[in-house]
């Protein structure tokens, strides 16, 4: 009483006309999800390809271009079981407490804003603001050991956000100078 009945509709999607190319892209980006490291995200990649087959017509040449851009192997899965939490505290902008090996091997922990994911060739980065050294960072997820979410919130604030990192990143630090492990 007072409140009523919330009946939650699945997302549709209006009918939409896609190029071959654009079919070939769709079904590409769908694989390699469904090929990735991240297991929720790889199911939800393997059911929408389902409903893509049953609605988009056949490939006229079967798979053909389609491998052309395929990775030769799987991402690292180390990086699996952390990439859901790590999506979530992007989406809700979280704190988190993160472990990480160093480049000399050494044990680091670090309090950062994480601000985008980003498979680059077989290894998952994380962009984030790092609050224990004051600058932007980037962690590979293959030496991350551990995250512990910190339950706040972090404001988006001018010369902190994704916006300021890819500025950051433009100046001119290549993504081999810039990884921070």
């Known amino acids: 009483r007072g ?4 009946l939650r509709q699945p997302i549709t999607l209006p009918p939409m006309m896609l190029q071959p190319a654009e079919l070939i892209a769709l079904r590409l980006g769908v694989r390699l999800v469904a090929e990735g490291a991240d297991a929720n995200l790889a199911a939800a990649a393997r059911s929408l390809a389902g409903k893509i087959a049953t609605v988009a017509p056949a490939p006229r040449d079967a798979g053909a271009g389609e491998d052309l851009f395929a990775p030769a192997a799987a991402a690292p899965q180390r990086a699996s079981p952390h990439l859901p939490l790590l999506r979530k505290a992007i989406r809700q902008s ?3 407490t993160i ?3 160093d480049a000399a091997g050494q044990l680091t922990q670090r309090d950062i804003r994480p601000l985008a994911l980003a498979l680059t060739g077989q290894t998952w980065v994380l962009a984030a603001w790092c609050e224990t050294k004051a600058e932007f960072a980037t962690f590979g997820l293959d030496r991350l050991l551990d995250i ?7 404001p988006r604030e001018a010369g902190k956000r994704l916006t300021d990192y890819r500025k950051w990143q433009a100046l001119g630090l290549g993504l081999a100078e810039e990884l921070d492990i």
């Open 99 to 101: 472990a990480v090996l």
């Open 94 to 96: 979280e704190r988190l």
């Open 3 to 6: 409140v009523g009945y919330i």
């Open 148 to 154: 512990v979410p910190r339950g706040e919130s972090f």
